[in-house]
């Protein structure tokens, strides 16, 4: 059987657990790879401080702990170094300079953030309430909001940087009941589209993420199945990651991951096996070997 995860948080930002126990807890699981994808710290970039990133003075720490285990670890568990860093328009990205001089095995570039047209940025990631909050910035306009979300998405894969689309469609994490928008929309269903196409021809790989599942905020994986058949119709290799902010949860859900993927018609997923010359090398393995 095949389980990898090369999104995970520890202590370190968001998480629970450190990052030995998250090796222990992958080689107990049966995990051929673990990678650590801390969130970048953003206070400097940004000016706002948040719970949930790396704290600026803790980022080297980070790198040396994840680095020691994985000399620790070596012919065990392959332990990959990463980050997940925000893409906030205008302001940080995946592709600042700054991330290509932290010898980092591989990034994921996500989206939490998006920015209205005359306020402060805000994240879809946190509770309904703030998400209400941040429509007052497009004037209720829920439309421009989703829209906003999926420009923030080609921005980043435009501008490239990174190896892993995080989340694809994070956006849904808050409709539960279809608060915010219709996911049959024709805008909606444009915005897919253009999605799929722009990751196709970046040469990116994107992941399934249970994570929602696992702290009970989605009833399915990100992305949702429509989106998933558009990534296969552009030939977008899938890697199956659980964004696990504690130990157990790092292969939490991924029957549910290899059942969306089987769904959509894929056939096999990526593993990440490390980077060649700051290129993501990946191993495509059959489902199958998955369950
Ligand atoms: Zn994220
Ligand atoms: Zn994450």
């Not at 421009?144 to 435009?158: H, I, K, P, S």
Request: proline share 6%; net charge negative.
């Amino acid at each position: 059987m095949v389980r990898s995860s090369i999104h995970t948080h520890t202590s370190f930002c968001d998480g629970s657990g450190s990052v030995e126990d998250f090796c222990r807890a992958a080689f107990e699981k049966g995990f051929v790879s673990l990678g650590f994808s801390a969130h970048a710290p953003a206070a400097k970039k940004t000016g706002m401080t948040t719970g949930w990133h790396l704290p600026e003075e803790k980022l080297e720490e980070y790198l040396d702990t994840v680095r020691a285990a994985k000399r620790r670890w070596a012919g065990t568990l392959d332990v990959y170094l990463g980050l997940e860093v925000d893409y906030i328009s205008g302001i940080m990205g995946p592709a600042d300079k700054d991330y290509r001089e932290m010898g980092l095995d591989y990034i994921i570039g996500s989206v939490h953030y998006i920015v209205p047209p005359k306020a402060l940025p805000f994240t879809v990631d946190g509770p309904p309430d703030e998400l209400e909050a941040g429509l007052k910035g497009f004037g209720g306009d829920r439309e421009g909001l989703v829209n906003a979300y999926w420009d923030a998405v080609e921005e980043m894969t435009r501008l490239g940087g990174f190896d892993v689309l995080g989340h694809p469609d994070l956006i849904k994490k808050n409709n539960a009941g279809e608060r915010i928008f219709s996911p049959s929309a024709a805008f909606y269903q444009k915005r897919l589209w253009d999605i799929a196409a722009l990751a196709g021809h970046s040469g990116l790989a994107a992941e399934i993420n249970t994570g929602g599942m696992n702290r009970q905020k989605t009833p399915d994986p990100y992305p949702s199945l429509p989106l998933l058949r558009l990534f296969l119709e552009n030939n977008v290799p899938m890697t199956i990651n659980s964004d696990a902010h504690r130990p157990e949860d790092l292969d939490g859900h991924y029957p549910d991951a290899v059942r969306a993927l089987v769904n959509a018609g894929y056939t096999e997923a990526v593993v990440f096996v490390g980077s060649k010359n700051g290129k993501a090398q990946w191993k495509n393995e059959p489902l199958a070997r998955f369950s």
